[in-house]
């Protein structure tokens, strides 16, 4: 017979009331032990949610997103104004432009110095523009200097950039290019680099941070760098916690463990009773816009592709699912200097839509219902998608939707026939450049994402000129005529540019963020950021 | 060993399922559920939930996807009971049209796994030998990958969709029903009255049905009342990863989605709460049609 | 049963290569790119770098390959490099496998005793208004998705009532044990929950069962206190039931891992294989589909023995 343990269910209970006194009565000293002691000003962040984050990826070469983090312990030639308007220098103090746009000389700030003391010089400049050339460095951005002749240091404070033919976008790809200590990185091959460890155990930058802590899975902290060439910062830590939900970030900033994250608009909404809480917004710089898959005959007709313009409400979309704060565009472009003033808004009509679907023969060219792929999972997206499918239907459209991950969405796109519309965001800005590789017909894929593979020679043309005119006030006459073109040809429906928000305790002082794709960027002045006690 | 208990254990059942074949056992089974309360509770609700589904149309004059974007995040009226959900759209009409596909991804998945793990189940159990160790290293295997990794994969390859999430719920969930037969016939097949029947040269099918199946219905049946209650879970698990059901089609998964969002969680609970109650009251009621079915069909716990 | 068991550890060699196989075969069919990790939708890379990085990444070979190759590191004990930092995959799972065997063994062990406690008590006091309480609890706790429970949770506990802080590991900069255990108790109740319902129900019908049979009524009739007899005869016939709920459970926690990790920033593998699945990294793919298969193989066995020490009239020959 085996036998046993002769406990009864009374010893169990008894023990087990025991065990939960302790656990229950051992919170609240826990809580009290968490207490941080020190006197250090700590600002701690959510610097990586949300879509202009990318938690964890510490390679500015590769990252595709997460700038505003990286900017704090790293720096760029160049950056825009807090508006995300117009340049200004950064480690450059100044520049000049040839008259012929082919050399770019900057004048660098001086007293710079990397983490490690070692002075910032024009030959890590170069180092810099050289490494992201090379493919080996698996850099994504190195696609922008591919038109990048040479780079020369006459001296330490000048460094000379020569182009093999002008490119009105270049002050802009520098916004992109962190620079990177030659002396740290010069024994590393290009290809192990990629794979290197630096980049999260000892990266030395010139930003006014400096590489302390990593957690990984939880958190970086960084530690001020008192040396910082605008002078030491006032927080002691800078600190950038990982949230995977987007909403527990949100919870942790509520309760007051966090001082800054990425809010959906709902939670914007929300939060703005919230006293102790401040809700920052700004524009995405990223136009949504259904995509044509100029393949499929039914998109043939540029009269169906007005349809859908005329069809989908978007000013009653953006006044409910975005309260208001979106920028209808018609041509993925919204800052004013590019955009003609008497371009077709496309105002909601569905008479219209249906008038041209009918010119279009539409009810015997439609077939199937047509399959919208998008990789916005957010909630927001999901809503504007059915709110679309609704206006489409009105008028004779049928669309499905398809949610699907942004590595399938990809895979998808790089196959014309696999798919038929896509619903996408594009960055539109600041340069109007950045929307060329949508419709050019050069930039079909793998070299642009011109995936429904649209041509069209006036577009070509004058996406070309506006690369190649240096002048800005013509310049901007010739975005203008690209954006009319696109208003009227509409490769893709353009539909909007959202704002984005943030939230920020209101203990925190001289806080700047604004949001733009891929984060950062710009000016932020984190060496005055505070945090009152 | 305590061979006493084990055949004095074995004796009555014997008997019982004799004496029952003579007094109709079902009919014996379905008295005894009658007189359980909590069961018929349940049986009403989700009848009432079935029904309600099944009916939309005549219960709801909305139609579940129709947007109206300037309704949006109404609370309850009497226009619309439960509020209007994020695009204007009628909560209680999106939250039993949803029934219909919650109910029948739970019901079918669990059919399907029931099927399947019944007769792998039974097979491993009587056969034993080389046949049940392939079964239960393949159950091994089955159970080694983690739902999820699964369900993600197939779900990123054949795009989501309703009929795909119940068969792949089916096909995930066979080997905890296969090893809770076999286990039970494992205890069944080692004892006496069995042993001799297999001695005595009686057909496995015979012994399936006369011995074994009686006494593995009350595992199952428990098994099937929280496999529902998996399935539907796991639905919703699929809709928290973006796998689930697409929208604009409703299921209670993907309803309950939108209270990730902090300020609906707190703010607009007409939109989450409905299709989490729904959730709860038909998991709750499959749950106690279980409990009766189990009662009803084990006299031994009556007494 | 010392053989069994060797015989058994020796059976997981096959049956874990075959489990690599099936999971490197589906992850052939997934779509995407470990590629495109590094790109973000609407930005061009050139065909030139994309091949270079593809080279580096050691995906221009045929997939036979690559599996081979794969093989041949985890048999040394590597498990290949991720494509999505570089780092060995042994490092990555490694700094993980802690954060979740630590949340899921506490998840487990509060959810078998409390659920074993339960099921007892209720099974003793059956038809009792304690019975309902505790039964309906169980049903609540088997009925709530385990996000849902996690979301409210979280809300309720951390932001409205501030008893437990919102999440992560530890908060930085404080490594203290009182810390740690501090973040662990939210996450590993809620997932907790799930299995002190199941369990519970399992013990209360097993011990229901067990204690109808006539030699337990024997035992009773004889005098015996009732509470020896539950525990000397009904317990451990209900225990061989819920022997195999307890070694199902394991691939369930690993799913309620996933999702109550990601809303309480849990660093463990859960939450990795997320990520990992999200970048298409799939030499870490492999790995944590391999760890988990591992975890789960050896907790099958465990309860396949445990099944037999329980109930000797189980013959494992």
């Given amino acids: 017979m085996h036998r046993f343990p002769a406990r009864g269910p009374g010893a169990i209970a008894r023990w087990l009331a025991v065990f939960l006194f302790v656990f229950v009565a051992s919170v609240p000293g826990m809580a009290l032990a968490n207490q941080a002691t020190s006197g250090e000003k700590v600002l701690t962040g959510a610097f990586d949610v949300g879509p202009g984050g990318c938690p964890e990826c510490f390679n500015p070469l590769t990252a595709g997103a997460g700038f505003t983090w990286l900017e704090k312990y790293f720096s760029t030639l160049v950056l825009y104004d807090v508006n995300y308007t117009k340049l200004q220098g950064e480690l450059a103090k100044s520049w000049d432009v040839s008259a012929d746009g082919l050399t770019y000389t900057f004048h660098l700030q001086p007293d710079v110095t990397w983490h490690d003391g070692q002075p910032f010089t024009s030959a890590d400049v170069k180092f810099t523009i050289d490494l992201a050339k090379n493919p080996d460095s698996g850099s994504w951005i190195g696609q922008k200097f591919t038109g990048v002749a040479s780079v020369e240091t006459p001296d330490d404070a000048t460094a000379v950039v020569k182009l093999s033919k002008p490119d009105a976008a270049m002050l802009d790809n520098f916004t992109f290019l962190v620079m990177l200590p030659e002396h740290a990185l010069k024994d590393i091959k290009p290809a192990d680099l990629v794979k290197s460890d630096w980049w999260h155990t000892d990266p030395i930058g010139t930003g006014p941070f400096k590489w302390g802590k990593y957690v990984p899975g939880q958190y970086v902290e960084l530690d001020a760098y008192d040396t910082y060439w605008r002078g030491k910062p006032k927080l002691d830590k800078l600190i950038n916690r990982y949230y995977p939900e987007a909403g527990s970030s949100v919870i942790a900033l509520r309760k007051g463990e966090i001082s800054f994250t990425y809010l959906q608009m709902d939670e914007a909404n929300s939060l703005a009773k919230d006293a102790n809480l401040k809700v920052i917004a700004g524009p995405s710089q990223v136009a949504n816009a259904l995509v044509f898959n100029m393949t499929d005959p039914r998109f043939k007709d540029v009269q169906v592709r007005q349809a859908f313009m005329y069809a989908i409400d978007r000013k009653t979309i953006v006044d409910q699912l975005y309260g208001g704060k979106a920028q209808l565009s018609s041509c993925m472009l919204t800052n004013s200097a590019y955009v003609p003033k008497d371009v077709n808004p496309y105002d909601y009509n569905p008479d219209k839509a249906k008038e041209l679907l009918k010119a279009a023969n539409w009810d015997s060219i439609k077939g199937k219902p047509i399959e919208v792929v998008t990789y916005y999972q957010d909630q927001t997206s999901q809503d504007v998608l059915v709110a679309m499918q609704q206006n489409l239907q009105d008028v004779g459209i049928d669309i499905t939707i398809r949610v699907v991950d942004t590595p399938t969405f990809q895979d998808i796109g790089a196959k014309t026939s696999d798919w038929t519309m896509m619903y996408v965001g594009g960055a539109n800005g600041p340069d109007p450049a950045v929307t060329g590789p949508y419709f050019i017909s050069s930039a079909t894929p793998p070299t642009g994402v011109n995936r429904g593979h649209f041509s069209d020679a006036t577009i070509d043309k004058l996406y070309a000129e506006g690369q190649t005119t240096v002048d800005s006030a013509k310049r901007a006459q010739v975005y203008q005529q690209a954006c009319d073109a696109v208003a009227n040809q509409l490769p893709w429906a353009s539909m909007w540019v959202a704002e984005r928000f943030g939230g920020v305790s209101t203990k925190v002082q001289n806080f700047i963020w604004t949001p733009g794709p891929g984060g950062g960027r710009y000016y932020d002045a984190a060496q005055d950021w505070d945090i009152a006690s | 060993m305590s061979d006493a208990a084990t055949t004095s254990a074995a004796v009555p059942r014997d008997a019982t399922i004799r004496a029952a074949r003579v007094q109709r056992p079902w009919l014996l089974a379905a008295r005894r559920f009658r007189r359980n309360k909590l069961a018929l509770a349940g049986l009403t609700v989700f009848a009432l939930l079935v029904l309600l589904a099944v009916a939309a149309p005549l219960v709801t004059g909305h139609n579940p996807n129709q947007v109206n974007l300037r309704d949006r995040n109404q609370g309850p009226s009497l226009e619309h009971l439960f509020g209007t959900d994020r695009t204007g759209r009628d909560t209680f009409a999106r939250t039993i049209y949803a029934g219909r596909v919650s109910l029948s991804v739970g019901v079918v998945a669990v059919a399907i796994s029931l099927l399947i793990g019944m007769t792998l189940g039974a097979v491993a159990g009587f056969k034993g030998g080389l046949v049940d160790s392939v079964i239960m290293r393949s159950t091994d295997v089955m159970m080694t990958f983690p739902p999820i990794v699964i369900l993600l994969t197939v779900a990123a390859i054949t795009g989501p969709g309703v009929g795909k999430t119940m068969v792949l719920i089916g096909l995930l969930n066979w080997p905890i029903a296969c090893r809770l037969v076999r286990a039970r016939l494992l205890l069944i097949r080692s004892q006496d009255y069995v042993l001799a029947t297999i001695a005595l040269g009686a057909p496995d099918r015979r012994i399936i049905v006369r011995h074994a199946l009686p006494n593995v219905i009350d595992v199952l049946v428990v098994y099937a009342t929280l496999g529902i209650a998996t399935a539907i879970l796991l639905e919703a698990g699929l809709s928290f990863l973006g796998l689930g059901v697409q929208p604009p089609t409703p299921s209670w998964g993907n309803m309950l989605n939108v209270a990730r969002n902090v300020s609906v969680l707190e703010g607009a609970p007409w939109q989450w709460l409905p299709p989490g109650v729904a959730i709860v009251l038909s998991v709750l009621s499959v749950n106690f049609i279980g409990d009766g079915l189990q009662e009803a069909l084990d006299p031994r716990l009556t007494s | ?317």
Avoid: C
Wanted: no cysteine.
């Fill in chain 3, 1 to 317: 049963m010392g053989q069994y068991i060797q015989r058994r550890l020796l059976m997981l060699i096959p049956l874990l290569l075959l489990v690599t196989i099936l999971s490197f075969m589906l992850l052939q069919l997934t779509p995407g790119d470990p590629l495109n990790a590094y790109v973000p939708p609407d930005a061009p890379m050139s065909a030139a770098a994309r091949a270079r990085l593809r080279h580096q990444l050691g995906l221009d070979k045929p997939a036979a390959e690559r599996y081979f190759y794969w093989l041949r590191e985890t048999v040394q004990g590597n498990l290949g490099v991720s494509t999505s930092t570089f780092e060995p995959v042994r490092t990555v799972i490694g700094r993980r496998i802690g954060p979740t065997l630590l949340l899921m063994g506490t998840a487990l062990v509060i959810g078998v005793s409390l659920g074993l406690l339960f099921g007892i008590v209720a099974a003793l006091r059956r038809n009792t208004w304690l019975d309902l309480v505790l039964t309906s609890f169980a049903i609540l706790g088997i009925s709530v998705p385990v996000y849902l429970a996690g979301l409210i949770g979280l809300y309720v506990f951390s932001l409205r009532l501030g008893w437990f802080p919102t999440g992560g590991f530890s908060a930085p900069d404080n490594g203290s044990l009182a810390d740690h255990i501090w973040h662990l108790i939210l996450p590993a109740l809620i997932i907790a929950i799930q299995y002190i319902a199941s369990t519970m129900r399992y013990t209360r019908g097993a011990m229901i069962e067990a204690m109808t049979q006539d030699y337990v009524r024997t035992a009773r009739a004889k005098g015996l206190r009732s509470t020896a007899v539950v525990m000397r005869h009904a317990l451990k016939n209900a225990l061989l039931p819920i022997v195999t709920i307890i070694g199902s459970y394991v691939p369930a926690l690993i799913a309620g891992a996933v999702f109550i990790e990601s809303i309480f920033s849990w660093p463990g593998m859960g939450q990795l294989f997320i990520d990992s699945v999200t970048a298409r990294d799939y030499p870490l793919i492999m790995g944590l589909i391999l760890v988990l298969a591992v975890i789960i193989l050896l907790a099958n066995l465990l309860t396949d023995v445990t099944y037999a020490i329980v109930d000797p009239r189980i013959r494992y020959e």
